[in-house]
């Protein structure tokens, strides 16, 4: 794998891979319209002018304005720890790899597409607070509860992007099974199901739910909203308290960059 790894060196692996898959019918026609570039590599031209097969539309526009350095892209031939990509995402930038083997092509490309929803201006700076108030509790949490736990804590901090409170409001759910798992096992019962909590739950999640948003440095008044958001979207009130305060710190991550 070469070393000096810019955009231009992906889009040649990106079309390389393609070609290899697909055949005579890796090229799927023109782009209409293209992805504006003057980047002289032919490797970056051909990604904002032609169509892949199987290439999205938003990994091919994330190289070729990555080549002219408008996305915060880092690109690896190995694979980051989930707290070293969690840092980065904390300074507003993300990793992609470049990596030699038979999955290589999918790998950058699911790195690309999450890019992409890490850049989009509605949610950026509100991601950003999100991971830094993470990264921050991160040794502390990732030593908590059970091996489940911690898929689900890397899966989060790694692996998702988009709304920064639907990002917050998918931890609290971690969070609460890993209780769950917790809770059942001190007692004796087998795992739960599903279902609602049962009082001795509620009570024990309660607290952990507090110390999490203690440790990740919530004030008093945005800990109380980050206590109501949910996945379903409810609280609206709520959730645009908390992300307001998230974008306020990842604004001030990204002013010191």
Same mark, same amino acid.
């Given at each position: 794998m070469r070393v000096d790894l810019t955009p231009g060196v992906a889009c040649e692996f990106v079309a390389?891979?393609?070609?290899?898959?697909?055949?005579?019918?890796w090229l799927q026609g023109a782009r209409r319209p293209p992805i504006a570039c003057d980047d002289p590599s032919p490797w970056v031209r051909l990604l904002a002018e032609q169509r892949l097969r199987e290439v999205p539309d938003v990994a091919a526009r994330a190289l070729v304005l990555a080549a002219r350095g408008a996305r915060p892209l880092?690109?690896? $031939? +190995?694979? !980051? *720890? !989930?707290?070293?990509?969690?840092?980065?995402?904390?300074?507003?930038?993300?990793? $992609?790899?470049? /990596?030699?083997?038979?999955?290589? =092509?999918?790998f950058?490309?699911?790195?690309?597409?999450?890019?992409?929803?890490?850049?989009?201006?509605?949610?950026?700076?509100?991601?950003?607070?999100?991971? *830094?108030? /993470?990264?921050a509790a991160w040794d502390d949490l990732v030593s908590r509860y059970d091996d489940a736990w911690r898929e689900d804590l890397v899966h989060v901090a $790694?692996?998702?992007?988009?709304? !920064?409170?639907?990002?917050?409001?998918?931890?609290?759910?971690?969070?609460?099974?890993a209780v769950?798992?917790?809770?059942?096992?001190?007692?004796?019962d087998p795992p739960p199901a599903g279902g609602p909590l049962l009082p001795h739950e509620a009570r024990a999640f309660e607290a952990a739910l507090d110390d999490l948003l203690?440790?990740?440095? =919530? !004030?008093?008044?945005?800990?109380?909203? %980050? +206590?109501?958001?949910?996945?379903?979207?409810?609280? /609206?009130?709520?959730?645009?308290? =908390?992300? $307001?305060?998230?974008?306020?710190?990842?604004?001030?991550?990204? %002013? %010191? +960059?």
């Open positions: 390389a891979r393609v070609r290899e898959r697909a055949g005579a019918r880092d690109l690896l $031939a +190995s694979i !980051p *720890s !989930p707290r070293d990509l969690l840092a980065h995402q904390a300074r507003g930038r993300r990793y $992609a790899s470049i /990596l030699d083997r038979d999955d290589g =092509l999918d950058l490309l699911h790195d690309l597409c999450h890019l992409e929803k890490f850049v989009d201006p509605a949610h950026h700076e509100g991601q950003v607070g999100f991971f *830094s108030a /993470l990264l $790694a692996d998702m992007n988009g709304s !920064p409170i639907f990002l917050f409001a998918a931890l609290k759910m971690k969070l609460k099974m769950r798992r917790d809770v059942a096992r001190e007692r004796g203690r440790r990740l440095a =919530l !004030p008093a008044a945005e800990r109380i909203a %980050a +206590s109501r958001v949910t996945t379903r979207r409810e609280e /609206l009130d709520a959730a645009r308290a =908390l992300d $307001a305060w998230l974008v306020a710190i990842g604004r001030e991550r990204l %002013a %010191a +960059s």
